[in-house]
């Protein structure tokens, strides 16, 4: 098994820039998960990878050989599309069939192979079946297959889950992981889901048109995103943000947010370093904030509660704090009416500043 | 060389295609390029000589029959378009609420075309036969005097556009009928709840929608109707006298009956390249559908 | 009693048009049954007036076409067949190779695409008397050959526009996933574009023998007696003495009714195939 390397990729179609400089590299038997929304560029970088595109620039590695000039058939790796590209004049057993066949294999060992990966999948009954006949989740276990049956050096699996009703999603991302436990290969797989991205990938490389915006595992994304969309990207509610000044006042050094002032003396040093502007945003992430019918602290900021949102286990309440609102999680034992004046206080510990031209973090 | 081969696939794929339509195009089209700058007659083969252009003034500048037969042929396409569209539309529409049978309808449309014209057209020069000729019967029998259809210097060209707007008429409505099927219903519905009439709806909503449909149906018709040739033989031989003589049947006559090849070559390659260019214009609105 | 004047003005109004489309029906089918039954009739019942519309039914006109026609029906069907067949042989491959070319890979950035298609649109009688020159020079007029060639030649671009239309429709992670797998790209398109395709080449190849089999002008002027087609000797009744009428309708009975039933076989697809794939 070898890893799979890109260095400055590029690629173009027409004007639009769809992979841009990108840069990353998978190791060996690693699940790097690209991550971001539609048109991020995940797809188009993936297709590089398996050679149906080629880049304009940069250059793809697969076990340290450069691959650029190499036809996909002879990059061994294996693609599963979002589409699935069942063949759907041939069998289930003669698609799962096909690869191998394509490589030469012995019609016995095919055979063994076949039913080998049907077996593992739950889809042997399925074998003699046309894939009109099957239904979404059998028609993807079908494309999951096609893809171990020859046992390449590197998977790459394009939003296999995201046609899939939610119910049967969580069950095979559950699947999944364990065929990976199983598998021990280098997978590289692209969703646009942040959950599936934190709870299966080794590493996670957050992608927003077609730039590489930070590439680490999902505990460094989740505390420590290196940029604004990457932080408001990863999370479930997302983060806030709040756009404030950076002001100093004798000693002290503040955010302010207009309707109030955060204290952040301890970091003034650290932020008058990085800044490029003291145009800041000040993000906090709602299983941050503290609501409370007194003030805790003396940085608690009055409040006021614009809608309660029961979401189990936790409950989202949306605050206003004069013109800006926020969204808190608070435990499910909250109480509260709209319009009721609350406090609510942040994990100072937990507080991120961007600098608000960059987008970058500077803490 | 593995590699060279994957990589000029696409190239090796048309290659037999580009070679065939390429050899078989461009050689005789320098050819009969070369042919109509000679006067070169196949039964007068000493008279053969380069003439230059002289081919080419002869008939713009003095061949009145080349005019004539031009004039006809325009009108000629006018008149069958005249007739086509407005019929075919008709016929469209009324396919288009009458659902049972489509099969049915689309095959019976179908037959005019893929009935060789020749033999179509001997069939209809039986009909249209002065005594024997079932039209007559029934013209009589509504108590007319039926006209000359094929002896008549003014009608003959009429009977020939008749037997066009029979044949292609289906093809017209076929397509238009695709176009109508093709519209969403919503808003005809909400032209009717807003008390829109017929003739409204049809102005306002369809018309616009089919239009550019309807001019690239125009323009496939015209561009076939400029090449008519095989139903001029089965029913006119260009006669009486030269009342049906056109474009191609005079080309047919001085090019294989007079053998005038190198004239004939002149005049050929005219029209060649007025129908390569209509045909420009309708590949492009095609393309833009 | 109360009048539901709009329930009756209703079923007027659909009596009314399916009377209509009855009579267009019978108006488009009329000369061709007209034809039919003409080549049944014996001589008596041909040339008179008033026509007729009852009589006795009699094969001598069939036989006379096959046994005292010149040019032979029987060598014009046999001809007819050997071009439609061998230029079908060569259409459809050609075709499917180049309009697969033109979808996937865009071969020759769509100018080439458009020159293939202006050759369809010459007009047969300006395109032939180069094609004449040069055939007689090389001794093939009046040889099936050459027919072949310039059926061929002239089926292409229709042929090649029409696949074009079907490829497009097929979506390209099938062949991706193959190459992916192990295919060349010439075995994605055999091996899983083709089968996908079936309905479409059978398409093309009907429209493309409807065309060949149809042909008059290039067979007319380049045979003289061996080479002659169909449509050729349909026209050959029309003699210096004057026209055959029973004959002729025989022969062009037997030269049209295949081609019926064709357009049974491919009604659906009649208007993608004439208006050159644009309208489906």
Known sequence: ?363 | MKIDKEKYMPWIMASPALAIVFSLTLYPLFYSLYVSTRSFELTALWKDAFIGIENYRRALNSDLFFWSSLLKTILYALGCLSLEMPLGLGVAFLLNRAIKGRRVVRTILALPMVAAPVAVGLTWRYMYHHEFGVFNYFVRLLGITPPGWLTNLNFAMISVIIFDVWQWTPFVALVLLAGLQSLSPEPYESATIYGASMWQKFRYITLPSIRSLMTIVALLRLIDLLKLYDAVYALTRGGPGIATEVLTWYLYKIGFKFWWLGYASAIALMFQYLVIILSVITIEKMAKL | ?280
Not at chain 3, 95 to 118: D, E, K, W
């Open chain 1, 1 to 363: 098994m070898a890893r799979v390397r890109l260095e400055n990729v590029t690629k173009r179609f027409g004007d639009v820039v769809a992979v841009n400089n990108l840069s990353y590299e998978v190791g060996d038997g690693e699940f790097l998960c690209m991550l971001g929304p539609s048109g991020a560029g995940k797809t188009t970088t993936m297709r590089m990878i398996a050679g149906v595109e080629r880049p304009d620039e940069g250059n793809i590695y697969i076990g340290d050989v450069p691959v650029n000039d190499v036809p996909p058939k002879e990059r061994d790796v294996a693609m599963m599309f979002q589409s699935y590209a069942l063949y759907s004049h041939k069998t289930v057993y003669k698609n799962l069939a096909f690869p191998l066949e394509k490589h030469k294999v012995s019609k016995d060992e095919v055979d063994r192979r076949v039913k080998e990966v049907a077996e593992i999948l739950g889809i042997s009954h399925l074998l003699d079946r046309l894939p009109k006949q099957l239904s979404g989740g059998e028609k993807q276990r079908v494309a999951l297959g096609r893809t171990m049956v020859r046992k390449p050096e590197a998977y790459l699996l394009d939003e296999p889950l995201t046609n899939l009703d939610a119910k049967l999603r969580a069950h095979m991302r559950a699947e999944l992981k364990k065929l990976r436990e199983e598998l021990k290969t280098t997978i590289i797989y692209a969703t646009p889901d942040q959950l599936e991205a934190m709870s299966m990938a080794d590493r996670i490389a957050v992608m927003n048109f077609g730039k590489l915006l930070q590439c680490d595992t999902s505990g460094a994304i989740y505390n420590h995103p290196k940029n604004l969309f990457v932080a408001g990207f990863i999370g479930s509610p997302a983060m806030n943000f709040i756009d404030c000044t950076f002001v100093e006042k004798e000693d002290k050094a503040f955010l302010d947010a207009g309707e109030f002032l955060y204290d952040i003396t301890e970091l003034k040093n650290l932020i008058k370093d990085r800044y490029t502007s003291p145009e800041l945003i000040l993000g906090i992430r709602p299983e941050h904030i503290s609501i409370s019918k007194k003030p805790l602290t003396e940085d608690s900021i009055e409040a006021e509660i614009y809608v309660i949102e029961p979401s189990r286990p936790d409950v989202i309440v949306s605050i206003s704090v004069g013109t800006k609102a926020l969204e808190a999680l608070a435990p499910e034992t909250f109480r509260g009416d709209i319009g009721e004046k609350v406090w609510i206080t942040f994990d100072r510990s937990r507080v991120y500043v961007f600098d608000k031209k960059t987008e970058n973090a500077i803490i």
């Open chain 3, 1 to 280: 009693m109360v009048m539901v004047g709009k329930t009756t003005e209703r079923i007027v109004a659909t009596v009314l048009m399916y009377l209509a489309v009855v009579v267009v029906m019978a108006a488009t089918l009329f000369p061709l049954v007209w034809m039919f039954i003409t080549s049944f009739k014996k001589e008596t019942d041909v040339l008179t007036f008033p026509p007729t519309f009852v009589f006795e039914p009699t094969f001598d006109n069939f036989i006379y076409a096959f046994t005292k026609s010149k040019p032979p029906l029987s060598l014009a069907l046999t001809n007819s067949l050997i071009i439609g067949a061998c230029t079908v042989a060569l259409v459809v491959p050609i075709s499917a190779l180049a309009a697969y070319s033109f979808a996937r890979f865009n071969v020759g950035g769509g100018h080439l695409q458009f020159y293939i298609l202006t050759v369809k649109m010459f007009p047969a009688i300006a395109a032939i008397i180069p094609y004449f020159i040069i055939f007689r020079e090389l001794g093939l007029l009046d040889h099936v050959l050459s027919l072949i060639i310039l059926n061929t030649l002239f089926n292409l671009p229709f042929a090649i526009w029409l696949l074009f239309g079907f490829f497009r429709e097929i979506p390209q992670d099938l062949e991706e996933s193959a190459m992916i797998e192990g295919c060349s790209k010439f075995g994605a398109f055999r091996d899983i574009v083709l089968p996908l395709i079936a309905p479409g080449l059978a398409v093309t190849a009907i429209f493309s023998t409807i065309f060949t089999w149809n042909e008059f002008l290039f067979a007319f002027i380049l045979s003289r007696a061996r080479a002659v087609t169909a449509p050729v000797a349909v026209a050959g009744f029309w003699t210096q003495r004057g026209i055959l009428w029973g004959p002729l309708s025989a022969a062009a009975t037997i030269c049209i009714v295949p081609m019926f039933i064709f357009a049974l076989l491919i009604q659906r697809y009649i208007v993608r195939g004439l208006t050159f794939g644009a309208v489906k």
